[in-house]
């Protein structure tokens, strides 16, 4: 591409980032001109009326009100940018609002294909339909004014075209006006291409009779900025063929994964702050065996959800099939090489005689989570927060002693509770050792849970438990215990959630979730702790932590939340990842 279709692509992208979630639910008639071969398609759709909708959002609002935006504004970069719009305005004898608005306001739609001369430039095309033939015809003539060039008529299809000679390079362009429709690339078959096709019936080359790109697009109907790839226009790029012929499996895996994928979607919100989905179909048939038995697992929906509490600060909730990780050991890993089988022999004995790859994994169920939560303690050397993971197993309908007729969930419990306890006393052994500590520990047990941990090993009180449904294991024996006790009222059940998963990603059986008004919080309630631990951690003082956490919590002001979500489909991959504001959240200043 020359370096304008650079610039133009560019400032396009930058323009996307205006825009609302409004967008349309069929392709737009642009790209009935575009080829079906072509690898990457960038829509941007109804401009006009995002553009002020973006700059009435409370996202921008927060952002406004940053010291940081605020310092950008009074200084002389921001300058420049007013003088160089107030030129514009003055060439274009309109603002930059109206021009963006005539030019671009309708949809634009950037092409990408991949030259067949692996020494060639990848090839560019410009499509954007205006507000009208007259403002094309006048913002054409604007910008043939505004530097020497030269500009001769051409014609193809019937149709006239003009290739543009720039005077300070003699680089070329070539553009057409069709109607209120704008063409333009520095490939002069392009253009041709696109004349022809405006020219003619609907035809077989044209990408609104490609099912794979049609298809493609319908998984993001209401996104007003989509990305379309094309993976097989992408294959040499990728050098698959190298790839599938490696000796790293790594490589290997990834080169099957890209042959399989049929096609990738990307769309973006912003009208409660930064959302992108990625929707990606591959081929079932082409997939791997050991990949649809681990899709096969994860249906279904994200059971440790609701057992999240309403104050973490950060959580993960999804499901897994823990069968593959021996799969992808003995990818991975040699049977022969130096301490493995001295490593599973020894961890078969603390798991009283199974191994716990081949024979205690695959006993797991699907569902697993973490989070953070605020913590109690208040120590200077500890962070004020607690960390928990749990990973569902076999369900213990009465007591350990009860034996179900398969599975055998408790002499797998017997087993995972031996490890973890062992791994418990030398812990307490080695520290009493070296620092003539007093650790000690500790147990409880109930008809369905079993706990222990760790008193006296600092800050902290490292823990786990075998509940009735999940194996545990926390930074602290009261971590365990509201657990264990969870409220009715947890993150799942709040206003802010439930707006956010069914706006975003109602499906979602993979979700990782940050709560920034919690964090906010934190920051405000544990401050003077906060400062003393960073402190500890680094060579600044006191009132340089203070200071930066000043700054952090700023920036947090922005958003209430963010988030990563996703689902495994037979043949669909669907990704969601944003940082939000939420419209009922308070904003603490």
């Known amino acids: 591409m020359t370096r304008f279709f650079s610039c133009v692509l560019a400032t396009l992208v930058v323009v996307a980032g205006l825009v609302r979630s409004a967008g349309a639910a069929e392709p737009d008639a642009l790209y009935r001109l575009v080829d079906r071969d072509a690898a990457l398609c960038m829509e941007f759709h109804d401009l006009e009326r995002a553009l002020p909708a973006f700059w009435q959002s409370p996202w921008m609002s927060r952002i406004e009100q940053q010291p940081l935006y605020q310092a950008w504004r ?23 609002e109206t021009l963006v608005a005539d030019l671009f306001g309708k949809s634009v739609l950037l092409v990408l294909t991949p030259a067949d001369n692996k020494e060639a430039q990848t090839i560019g095309l410009l499509l954007t339909r205006t507000r009208s ?161 681990f899709v096969s697992r994860t249906q279904g929906s994200a059971e440790f959800l609701p057992l999240v509490p309403a104050d973490a600060l950060v959580a993960f909730a999804g499901r897994t099939n823990f069968q593959w990780v021996e ?61 928990l993971i749990a990973w ?20 797998f419990r017997k087993a995972i509770d031996n490890a973890l306890q062992a791994g418990l006393n030398f812990w307490a052994v080695a520290r009493n050792s070296e620092l003539d500590a007093e650790t000690v520990v500790r147990s409880e047990d109930s008809t369905a849970t079993t706990i222990r941990w760790l008193d006296h090993v600092g800050p902290y009180r490292p823990a786990y438990a075998l509940t009735s449904n999940y194996l545990v294991l926390a930074t602290s024996r ?12 947890g993150m799942a059940t709040t206003l802010a959630y439930q707006k956010l998963a069914k706006r975003y990603f109602p499906e979602a059986n993979q979700q990782l979730l940050v709560n920034v008004l919690q964090a906010r919080n934190l920051l405000q309630q544990r401050r003077p702790q906060l400062v003393r631990y960073v402190s500890s951690l680094n060579r600044l003082t006191p009132e340089q932590n203070e200071r930066r956490l000043t700054r952090l919590e700023e920036l947090l002001q922005i958003l209430d939340g963010g988030f990563i979500a996703g689902h495994l489909g037979p043949d669909r991959v669907r990704i969601v990842v944003g940082a939000v504001v939420d419209g009922d959240a308070r904003t603490e200043r």
């Open 133 to 293: 033939a007259e403002v094309l015809q006048a913002a054409v003539e604007a910008w043939n004014a505004a530097e020497r060039q030269e500009t001769k008529p051409r014609e193809h299809a019937g149709l006239g075209y003009f290739v543009r000679i720039k005077a300070a390079d003699n680089s070329k362009l070539y553009y057409a006006t069709l109607g209120d429709t704008f063409v333009l690339s520095s490939d002069e078959a392009s253009v041709q291409q696109t004349l022809a096709r405006h020219a003619a019936p609907l035809g077989q080359r044209s990408l609104l009779k490609d099912q794979n790109f049609l298809q493609a697009l319908a998984e993001l109907p209401n996104t007003p900025v989509r990305v379309y790839i094309n993976p097989r226009r992408w294959d040499e790029a990728m050098h698959l063929k190298e790839a599938a012929a490696d000796s790293d499996p790594f490589g290997r895996a990834v080169a099957a994964g890209w042959k399989a994928c049929r096609s990738l979607t990307l769309g973006l919100h912003l009208d409660h702050g930064p959302v992108l989905e990625a929707s990606l179909r591959y081929d079932s048939a082409e997939s791997a065996a050991l990949w649809q038995e």
């Open 392 to 411: 569902q197993i076999p369900h213990l309908e009465l007591s350990p002693l009860v034996k179900p007729a398969e599975g055998k969930p408790s002499e």
């Open 74 to 96: 009074n200084s002389g970069d921001y300058q420049k940018l007013e003088a160089a719009r107030t030129e514009i305005a003055r060439v274009a004898g309109k603002p930059v």
């Open 327 to 387: 799969g992808v050991l003995k990818a991975l890993v040699k049977p022969d090489q130096p301490g493995w089988k001295q490593f599973r022999q020894v961890a078969k004995g603390l798991c009283l005689g199974q191994d716990p790859i081949t024979q205690l994994l695959p006993q797991f169920e699907a569902n697993w989570g973490m989070y953070l939560i605020p913590g109690l303690r208040n120590a200077d050397d500890a962070a004020p927060v607690d960390a």
């Open 478 to 489: 009261e971590a365990i215990d509201q657990f264990t006790q969870p409220s009715a009222a």
